[in-house]
């Protein structure tokens, strides 16, 4: 059994050795330098992180051409799904990883619309599986996730208008309060839909024994762990916005509200359990999250069959009230749902 390990670096050392050589045969001497960078931040090597310099090297890139920023973000798309290595596949997240958090504008504009025709997400690897080693097994959990993490990172940034945790999109809090004011309560909705869409994801991170203490696991944590704290900031300045709002909330609204404060209220359970994502102001953030949702409703008005019971009963009164104008709601009527853990609603 310990032969397999050994002799399984000694092959990844010699296809990053080839990989090396045959791009410096076949590459254009232009952009020479950033594929050896890309195949020296992404070796076979599951105990070491990608290289700084070479992630200079690469994020560099993000202040040419548009030309050489294009090639840079399909050199990484291309070994990211042409690896069938768990150590290449996860440090090509991280290097995707590090382009949102500290790429250039261009760099990640470029990275966030591809592939600029359509087709296929790149960043979609449900299927990834390296069998070679337990170690590489249970990364290999890591990769899926991951991918899928960065794909709702990237998800939420569209939604946000910014990339979140981003040194180049950091605004004050002050300015950030001001902007989140001049929203519509449906943009707020959606932007607090999708940021705990990512905080979900998080949430689902694996917990394999084997990949404890692992430098690649352990990278991940670290940029993971800041977005959590930078995610979570935004949550708490749209739960502000919305205490000032409460009054004007639309009932159909309120309920939508009340659903994505308890998805979010679900998650601190299991985001308890992660060591790394303890921290007081996170803390203080949840608290708010409990006290807004309290003020928006009891606890009998959540539950998956109750959202759907509620939206039904929504689409059955417009349906109705089309052709019945008899029948249409009046300030004062009450809505009983089906679901027994519902109660009545005033309009």
Same mark, same amino acid.
């Given at each position: ?29 232009? $952009?020479?330098? =950033? ?8 070796? &076979? ?8 310099? &070479? ?42 990883? &590090? ?7 261009? =760099? ?39 991918? =899928? ?60 024994? &084997? $990949? ?88 009998? =008005? ?46």
């Amino acid at each position: 059994m310990g032969r397999i390990p050994i002799l399984r670096d000694f092959i990844g050392i010699i296809k990053d050795k080839a990989s090396q050589s045959k791009a410096a045969l076949l590459s254009d001497p232009k $952009t020479l330098s =950033l594929h050896l960078a890309l195949l020296r931040a992404t070796t &076979h090597d599951p105990f070491t992180r990608p290289g700084p310099r &070479h992630l200079a090297t690469l994020l560099a890139s993000g202040h040419t051409s548009r030309a050489t920023v294009s090639t840079a973000i399909e050199v990484l798309m291309d070994r990211l799904q042409t690896t069938r290595d768990a150590s290449v596949a996860i440090k090509c997240l991280i290097t995707v990883h &590090h382009i949102i958090k500290r790429g250039s504008f261009i =760099l990640q504009d470029r990275l966030s619309v591809y592939p600029s025709n359509g087709g296929r997400n790149y960043l979609k690897l449900s299927n990834f599986r390296d069998k070679t080693t337990l170690l590489t097994w249970e990364l290999s959990y890591w990769v899926r996730w991951y991918a =899928l993490y960065l794909e709702n990172l990237l998800q939420t940034s569209r939604v946000l208008g910014f990339f979140l945790s981003s040194a180049s999109s950091s605004v004050d809090n002050n300015e950030e309060e001001e902007k989140v004011s001049s929203l519509t309560n449906s943009q707020l909705l959606k932007e607090i839909n999708s940021l705990g869409n990512l905080i979900e994801q998080i949430s689902r991170m694996p917990n394999s024994l &084997h $990949t404890n203490g692992n430098i690649l696991v352990d990278e991940v944590l670290g940029m993971v762990g800041e977005d959590y704290l930078a995610s979570t900031n935004e949550v708490s300045i749209r739960v502000s916005e919305f205490k000032e709002r409460l009054s004007c909330l639309s009932v159909f609204e309120s309920v939508e509200l009340g659903f994505a404060l308890k998805r979010l209220e679900d998650c601190k359970e299991r985001l308890s359990a992660l060591g790394q994502m303890r921290n007081v102001l996170v803390e203080t953030v949840w608290g708010s999250i409990s006290e807004m949702k309290d003020q928006v409703g009891n606890d009998e =008005l959540y539950g998956e069959e109750g959202r759907l019971m509620t939206m039904e009963s929504s689409k059955n009164k417009v349906s109705e009230s089309s052709r019945y104008g008899e029948r249409v709601l009046k300030l004062g009527d009450s809505v009983d749902f089906f679901s027994g853990r519902f109660s009545k609603l005033q309009y």
